[in-house]
């Protein structure tokens, strides 16, 4: 059963605009979110995060939403630029499970010029 | 500089083979990981060892062996047990208990 889950599989944004990269998660006990991106055949890197206290947390282009009783978030790109072009995975941890990371399936993003 | 470390990038494999990935890490973290991503796929975590001489088994296990004999090494055995071993694997490793992990370059591996 995926805890947590990127129901899209790719996304095409125009140079410029704003891409909206969605993630959903079943397990009420996270309490913390990450957003890493990924080019291919490279590691992952961190890009943003939240804690489940916050709602909105802002990382100059990057601006990465909470809704608790949803249980769903996403990361805003704004405005969106081709070095972005990559795949973002979208990881959730709980504190009381030694903040182990589950990951989502994967959104591929492509930002056209 | 401080990192993780992965090697080799790429690794080819004969069927009926056991192969080790190595993975080194000179942030003094004492949680470190193995995932596997095949396309399309998230990141499945395979092991993971949370202090030296500890490890336990992730959502994969089957097919893999670990050992974590210094803090600085976690090292990941491929065994001819796997069933499907062609995938990239990432190393990653994390401050016990914090959210945030760092994850190495990766390590195709290609079984032929």
């Known amino acids: 059963d995926q805890q947590v889950k990127q129901n899209s599989p790719s996304l095409s944004v125009q140079e410029g605009r704003i891409s909206i990269l969605n993630c959903d998660y079943t397990n009420s006990m996270f309490d913390y979110f990450l957003w890493y991106k990924k080019y291919p055949a490279e590691g992952p890197t961190f890009l943003i995060s939240i804690s489940s206290i916050k709602d909105k947390n802002e990382d100059g282009r990057f601006t990465v939403f909470l809704n608790k009783s949803a249980k769903h978030l996403s990361l805003h790109i704004v405005p969106s630029q081709p070095g972005d072009s990559a795949v973002y995975f979208c990881a959730a941890s709980a504190y009381n499970a030694g903040n182990m990371l589950t990951f989502g399936g994967g959104t591929r993003l492509m930002v056209k010029p | 500089d401080g990192g993780i470390t992965q090697s080799p990038k790429y690794l080819f494999r004969k069927e009926g083979q056991n192969v080790t990935l190595s993975c080194e890490q000179n942030?003094?973290?004492?949680?470190m990981y193995w995932y596997r991503q095949d396309p399309g796929q998230g990141l499945r975590l395979i092991y993971y060892s949370q202090i030296v001489n500890d490890f336990q088994k992730g959502d994969i296990a089957e097919g893999y062996s670990v050992s974590r004999e210094k803090k600085e090494s976690f090292p990941l055995t491929v065994t001819s047990a796997q069933k499907n071993p062609t995938a990239f694997y990432l190393c990653a490793s994390s401050i016990q208990g914090a959210d945030q992990a760092f994850f190495g370059q990766g390590t195709r591996l290609t079984v032929v």
């Open positions: 942030l003094n973290h004492d949680a």
